[in-house]
């Protein structure tokens, strides 16, 4: 017999009952959780594609009772939502890249241990996490550098966050210092070595940053609401939620089966351009995340684990 054959099979490891039970419940708690977070995004779905006039009547959840492309029409009728999403990208693109840039800059000079005043710096920073002048001095700021009714205020705010920046100097620091020192004893600059050793080996915090501020760059309307002025420089979002609060306003709101059976209103209700409205926003920027996700489980688990 050989000594293969003389090697007793291992019996497999048996679950108990109570392990079993438990297992189930995790199963069922994490289906319900997605369910809960599924079905109401499949229901917003489902009434940007059905009648405005049907849907107010209820008893639509999973599939259009009338189908009907009319809501988004509606949303792309005046041609401003084009403009919009033009000044969206220019602003998302240019936006993620300069506030990736500059942030993956300062968090390598914060992770030098040489760098003079590190910790007051760094204090100074956090500070701003806690303390803002508010918005009237952040207005008044603005108007001096400029930068109102400019497409610039999207960009310029937004370089650095320091919720992110913190993220990268904590991600450059679990790099081996080992390949900075081999680097500057080949003759590699401070620049060299940020582009050549650190960038390369941070693309999961990269990754994350990026769609963070490019999330923050898309569905931001609040800096072309109050900031700008010209029409023309309007981000989608707030082109839409000016279309909508003009919808809402001019509009006669439908508020039973029976007014909205007697009432002779058009196919297209605020409600239901509401629902357009949210998918037109969302469903780009949900595309981005398919070519990041490889990266996104390990980038946001950056500073849990120590050690």
């Not at 199963?27 to 009434?47: A, E, R, S, T």
């Not at 968090?107 to 701003?128: E, N, S």
């Not at 679990?174 to 600059?189: M, Q, R, T, V, Y």
């Not at 059976?261 to 949900?286: E, F, G, Q, R």
């Amino acid at each position: 017999m050989s000594k293969a054959q003389r090697i007793p099979k291992t019996s497999a490891i048996k679950t108990s009952s109570s392990n079993r039970v438990i297992q189930v419940l995790i199963y069922l708690v994490i289906i319900g959780l997605c369910l809960i977070i599924l079905l109401p995004c499949l229901n917003v779905l489902v009434l940007a594609f059905n009648d405005g006039k049907d849907a107010a009547r209820g008893g639509i959840w999973f599939w259009p009772r009338q189908f009907t492309l009319e809501n988004f029409k509606e949303v792309f009728k005046d041609g401003s939502i084009s403009k919009a999403y033009i000044v969206t990208i220019a602003r998302t693109v240019l936006g993620t890249f300069f506030s990736l840039f500059v942030t993956t800059l300062a968090g390598f000079a914060l992770k030098q241990k040489d760098l003079p005043g590190r910790t007051v710096i760094t204090m100074l920073i956090t500070f701003t996490m806690l303390f803002g002048g508010g918005m009237i001095p952040t207005y008044i700021q603005y108007k001096n550098l400029h930068l109102l009714n400019s497409f610039w205020v999207y960009v310029v705010p937004s370089l650095v966050s320091v919720t992110y920046l913190l993220m990268v100097r904590t991600f450059f620091e679990g790099i081996p210092e080992s390949l900075e020192e081999s680097a500057k004893l080949d003759g590699c600059g401070f620049f060299k070595i940020y582009t050549l050793i650190m960038l390369p080996l941070s693309k999961p915090v990269i990754a994350v940053v990026g769609l963070y501020t490019a999330v923050n760059h898309w569905n931001d309307w609040f800096a072309g609401a109050f900031y700008v002025n010209d029409t023309q420089l309007w981000p989608v979002q707030t082109v839409l939620q000016q279309m909508l609060t003009k919808a809402m306003n001019s509009q006669q709101e439908v508020t039973s089966v029976a007014q909205a059976l007697a009432h002779n209103t058009v196919s297209v209700t605020s409600d239901s351009l509401k629902m357009a409205a949210v998918v037109v926003t969302t469903v780009p920027i949900l595309c981005v995340y398919p070519f990041v996700q490889k990266y996104f489980a390990k980038g946001a688990m950056i500073g849990a684990v120590k050690g």
